[in-house]
């Protein structure tokens, strides 16, 4: 399958917003005019996700979710305060093609179910926000300002079981360093599951892309400064990992 390639846009406040860590945020820019910008140089998806929406216990901006929408022509994926099919149906109304749900699945497994009965497996994406803590790689939710007692791979097999369709997994450890993706529980995670995983955390440069692909079998990679910024333009990265013999859409 060709490789998909991804920005995500972390919303705070009606803005994009990008830290290290999770912490440490700092503007980005614009939504509605970056989601413009990565149509244009060929994204393959647009991930939205309303960061401090479950923490401060509000629904999604749909009103900002709608504008992005009617921006773009690709799949868009949106996440943030979601705990109903309520709150799923807005958004599909919206315009999102698919949501991501991570604090809401983690305290109710069966949603993923409900979620998946009603509008199909390919709309679910089960967020998994992962930390290395004493050699072991826990979920965290709200924002990953929470831990839980629960394995990284084997919530992603329980998701999977439960009807999700993709697993966004980001790596805590190297969100925002620029560092590389975490290969090895991006490996591990992607190795036992037969639904598309999108790995996310880390990118700082097209070989981080490029080892990505070559040492897991995760299906996207997905960024956000490096592409706000205008480090590594996703037309530029996808010429580079064709080079590589790495096919891309």
């Given amino acids: 399958m060709k490789k998909r390639i991804i920005p995500c ?3 705070k406040n009606g803005r994009t917003v990008k830290g290290i860590h999770f912490e440490g945020l700092r503007d980005a820019g614009d939504p509605v005019m970056l989601a413009r910008k990565y149509v244009l140089d060929g ?3 647009l991930v939205f996700l309303d960061i401090s929406a479950t923490h401060e216990k509000r629904k999604t901006l749909a009103a900002l979710v709608r504008r992005i929408a009617g921006e773009i022509n690709i799949p868009f994926t949106v996440g943030g305060g979601i705990c109903s099919l309520e709150d799923v149906s807005v958004l599909i109304r919206s315009g999102a093609d698919k949501i991501s749900i991570n604090a809401a ?3 109710n497994p069966g949603l993923i179910r409900q ?3 009603q509008f199909g497996s390919q709309c679910v994406v089960v967020a998994v926000d992962t930390k290395l803590v004493a050699g072991e790689w826990l979920v965290f939710v709200n ?3 929470s831990v839980t007692a629960l394995n990284a791979v084997d919530w992603a097999l329980q998701a999977e079981q439960m009807g999700a369709g993709e697993i966004l997994l980001t790596s805590m ?3 925002g360093t620029k560092a590389g993706f975490a290969l090895d529980i991006t490996a591990r995670i992607s190795d036992v599951l037969h639904i598309p995983v999108v ?3 880390g990118a700082g440069s097209a070989d981080d892309f490029r080892l990505l692909f070559e040492q897991t079998k995760a299906s996207a990679g997905l960024a956000a400064s490096i592409f706000h910024y205008d480090t590594l333009p996703i037309s530029t990265l996808k010429k580079y990992l064709t080079t590589q013999n790495i096919p891309v859409r």
């Fill in 199 to 201: 790995a996310s955390g």
């Fill in 9 to 11: 846009l972390d919303i």
């Fill in 115 to 117: 979620i998946a009965d």
């Fill in 105 to 107: 699945a983690v305290s």
């Fill in 173 to 175: 450890n190297n969100d």
């Fill in 143 to 145: 924002g990953g300002r």
């Fill in 43 to 45: 994204a393959d998806e």
